[in-house]
């Protein structure tokens, strides 16, 4: 049997520290995911993610489990290509793709940012990271 706890306002077991129920949960990640983005695309870990596509290189679409409310939530992406220290290559950008956010999903594409390109290249990161905030549908 399920059960519900209300309350409008956390608190340590002191009583010092408090936090109102809504910065708690307006203010935590509804969907985030960490992923490798080379050879065989998976899912390292993730919360309220239900699956991942590799649209191509560089490319990627990450389905939300339980959508968003709508369209105009936050996302942070980062990517990563170190292995050690020496790892050529290791500057990598990430933005949202051109045909905007989903309520179902985010799609992000990774590219090779060095200071001595001009134009930058799509590329397949060793880790890739995506943190949603906003409000959960």
Do not use: C
């Not at 209300?6 to 936090?19: F, G, I, K």
């Not at 105009?72 to 950008?93: C, K, M």
């Not at 799609?107 to 200071?115: A, D, F, G």
């Amino acid at each position: 049997m399920a059960s519900i706890l209300r309350v409008n306002t956390l608190t340590d077991a002191s009583s010092n520290n408090s936090v109102a129920l809504e910065t708690v949960s307006q203010g935590s990640a509804k969907a985030w995911v960490n992923f490798n983005g080379t050879g065989t695309v998976a899912i390292q870990d993730s919360f309220n993610v239900s699956g991942l596509t590799d649209n191509g290189t560089g490319d990627y679409t990450v389905v939300i489990g339980n959508d968003m409310a709508n369209a105009s939530y936050s996302y942070l992406a980062t990517a990563s290509n170190w292995e050690t220290a020496s790892t050529a290559d290791s500057y990598i950008g990430v933005s949202g793709y051109h045909g905007g956010q989903a309520t179902a999903s985010q799609r992000i594409v990774t590219y090779r940012e060095r200071y001595d390109v001009s134009t930058p290249t799509v590329k397949d990161p060793l880790t890739t990271n995506l943190a949603i905030h906003g409000d959960s549908a």
